[in-house]
């Protein structure tokens, strides 16, 4: 999977269904997607955006390339955004120091850097394994020309990979024969809406795991996050 920003539960539902997880840094960036920004309850209604300003912004880099326009502004202007928290969230500590950790763990100013280690933060906060690889360390030497359903048979047979786990949302893009020629498995996993009460603030569905934290224990978000994780071999 690309290098989403503090993703939604469902991700970290996918992560905890597989043994190695493969950081997609490989391919041309897309702005104005999840790997910068997410979403969070706004204080007033609905919700907002939190964002990681880039450098270089742009589709003639690759993923690996994005770097932080400033780090420290953007760590001051997130925590910023979730402060409203604090009045009625029973988590907001917790959380808040889990996003100020991962803006200080990330040295180099990688935009996916800052990702990796809000992955781990929140896996480590969880009681999640995370083994993780990126896709520019594999040594894989990839053609130059390949479709969006080339890469996930590809880099699963390069490493070994007995099965393939994806969100449903990408089954229009996969040919379930590719990846039997490679011998592997292909799967789609499928999450289920988990709603929960946000004390005086409207509930808003598919938000950042930052949100889920901010409302609920460790032990109800692992329980429901199995509960409402189902994967499906094709």
Not at 82 to 98: C, D, G, L
Request: net charge negative; glycine share 4%.
């Amino acid at each position: 999977m690309q290098p989403y920003f503090f993703p939604y539960l469902g991700h970290f539902g996918l992560i905890d269904s597989v043994d190695d997880w493969i950081i997609f840094d490989v391919t041309q960036y897309t702005p104005k997607t999840w790997m910068n920004r997410n979403r969070i309850l706004h204080p007033k209604e609905s919700w907002q955006y939190v964002t990681v300003p880039l450098a270089n912004s742009s589709i003639s880099i690759k993923t690996h390339e994005t770097r932080i326009l400033d780090i420290d502004k953007t760590k001051q202007s997130i925590i910023g955004k979730i402060s409203h928290y604090k009045r009625h969230a029973p988590y907001f500590y917790k959380v808040n120091e889990i996003v100020s950790n991962t803006f200080d763990n990330t040295e180099d100013g990688s935009l996916v850097s800052l990702n990796i280690n809000a992955l781990q933060a929140v896996c480590d906060y969880l009681g999640i394994p995370f083994h993780y690889r990126k896709a520019t360390e594999l040594g894989i030497s990839y053609p130059d020309s390949m479709a969006p359903g080339d890469w996930a048979p590809l880099i699963s047979s390069e490493i070994g990979a007995s099965e393939y786990v994806n969100p449903s949302g990408g089954k229009a893009i996969f040919d379930k024969s590719v990846f039997e020629k490679k011998h592997v498995d292909l799967s789609f996993a499928e999450f289920a809406e988990f709603k929960y009460d946000t004390g005086p603030y409207e509930y808003q569905p598919h938000l950042s795991i930052l949100d889920v934290m901010m409302w609920n224990s460790t032990e109800t978000i692992l329980d429901k996050m199995r509960e409402n994780t189902t994967l499906t071999k094709l």
